[in-house]
């Protein structure tokens, strides 16, 4: 893998991680006078939630690289495993968009954002359940033809076999706090991913 595949999938874990850490936390999501305070500060919650999204696309890009790189490589691993990669990956863009947005346009228009997020609560969680359910699919099919690789080797197998874990269940926590269990989990499978082929690509040149 070249080194400009390798950054590529590096940025996905440092993008959605600027952009988590700009979100402003949300203890409960239950409780939307604490949302309504957290998206008054409205530039870090618009900009997380973007900077979110669009790491999320880069998610879907560097799955689509890592299919790519395995295909060369000669390790099977199916083009519906990139889809349902990129459908999950849509999905949660879709959602942290509508959800750093949608607040904002409430708050213009002279009401409050509980308004949106009485409004939209039962279609936000739906979406991201959705997104993880395939997105879900996507990364397990992915790292398992990863591991049978060797773009990752040895105990970091077991590294990125924890972040997959991490990414998906994290989701499921009621609070913001849960989006740091997520950028942690994506650290440890495309940031070890990534950091694996950056070696490599670094020792084969120079051996070269």
């Known amino acids: 893998m070249n080194k400009a595949n390798a950054i590529l999938i590096l940025a996905f874990p440092i993008v959605l991680t600027i952009g988590i850490l700009l979100i402003p936390v949300v203890a409960d999501y239950g409780d939307h006078a604490l949302a309504e305070d957290a998206a008054a500060q409205t530039l870090r919650w618009a900009s997380g939630h973007l900077l979110s999204a669009a790491a999320f696309g880069l998610g879907a890009l560097s799955c689509g690289t890592l299919y790519a790189e395995l295909k060369q490589r000669g390790t099977h691993l199916s083009v519906i495993s990139v889809l349902f990669s990129a459908l999950g990956a849509g999905l949660y863009a879709a959602g942290l ?112």
């Open 97 to 208: 968009g509508v959800d750093g947005i949608g607040p904002l346009i409430i708050r213009e228009a002279g009401m409050p954002a509980s308004v949106f997020f009485d409004a939209s609560g039962l279609w936000v969680m739906g979406t991201f359940m959705t997104a993880t359910l395939l997105w879900g699919i996507g990364l397990i099919w992915l790292v398992s033809a990863v591991t049978r690789s060797d773009i990752v080797i040895g105990t970091w197998r077991y590294v990125v076999g924890i972040g997959v874990l991490l990414m998906l269940g994290a989701p499921a926590i009621p609070s913001g706090w849960g989006l740091y269990g997520v950028a942690l989990g994506c650290w440890a499978v495309f940031g070890t991913i990534g950091f694996q082929a950056w070696r490599s690509e670094s020792e084969l040149v120079g051996e070269g």
